[in-house]
T-cell receptor, first 113, second 113 residues
Framework: GNSVTQMEGPVTLSEEAFLTINCTYT??????LFWYVQYPGEGLQLLLK?????DKGSNKGFEATYRKETTSFHLEKGSVQVSDSAVYFC????????????FGTGTRLKVLA | DGGITQSPKYLFRKEGQNVTLSCEQN?????MYWYRQDPGQGLRLIYY???????QKGDIAEGYSVSREKKESFPLTVTSAQKNPTAFYLC????????????FGPGTRLTVL
């Protein structure tokens, strides 16, 4: 079946450190891939997306590349800030009669000043 | 501004009572979704609707009911049959087509006393 696997958190980093959050997926066909961010007590916000192999999504210094050969969509940021502290969700959408979205379990990031 | 609203933000109910969570969107999106979020479990799909007057069960529909009488509205009723209803509930919407991201509301936190 279709699934998304994220690295377990929490991830704790110092300000200005490099961030990687791993995400791998299993899907039939050609899914679209997404990263969402959730701040405490709020809904999810789209961070970036990629719709085909080798596409790179980017936003607010975050990047992720759709790697079909490794079925991965790892999230990276060169220099994190305290304000990046949140929970990050990797997700995919697949056409299965109707479109469904499948989310990973989320990775909590804590950035220390 | 276009977006999704959910009300109320916090909701308390006694065991044995039904309660309805509101979700309204003015994005002119065709599809709407309800998710349940529990700590460490990511998002689980309760119900979704692709068009007015039609909806489908998700992965955890037991104990929940929905209606889609208007394009803008997709209320969720948590019935007394739901054995563990305390959770954070998120509503989302999207245009047709799996390339498109979901837009999320701010969520409703339901606590059963």
């Amino acid at each position: 079946g279709n699934s998304v696997t994220q690295m377990e958190g929490p991830v704790t980093l110092s300000e200005e450190a490099f961030l990687t959050i791993n995400c791998t997926y299993t899907a039939t066909g050609y899914p679209s891939l997404f990263w969402y961010v959730q701040y405490p007590g709020e809904g999810l916000q789209l961070l970036l997306k990629a719709t085909k192999a080798d596409d790179k999504g980017s936003n607010k210094g975050f990047e992720a590349t759709y790697r079909k050969e490794t079925t991965s969509f790892h999230l990276e940021k060169g220099s994190v800030q305290v304000s990046d502290s949140a929970v990050y969700f990797c997700a995919l959408s697949v056409a299965s009669g109707t479109y469904k979205y499948i989310f990973g379990t989320g990775t909590r990031l804590k950035v220390l000043a | 501004d276009g977006g999704i609203t959910q009300s109320p933000k916090y909701l308390f109910r006694k065991e044995g009572q039904n309660v309805t969570l509101s979700c309204e969107q003015n994005l002119n999106h065709d599809a709407m979704y309800w998710y349940r979020q529990d700590p460490g479990q990511g998002l689980r799909l309760i119900y979704y609707s692709q068009i007015v007057n039609d909806f489908q069960k998700g992965d955890i529909a037991e104990g929940y009911s929905v209606s889609r009488e208007k394009k803008e509205s997709f209320p969720l009723t948590v019935t007394s049959a739901q054995k563990n209803p305390t959770a954070f509930y998120l509503c989302a919407s999207t245009t047709s087509g799996g390339d498109n991201e979901q837009f999320f509301g701010p969520g409703t936190r339901l606590t059963v006393l």
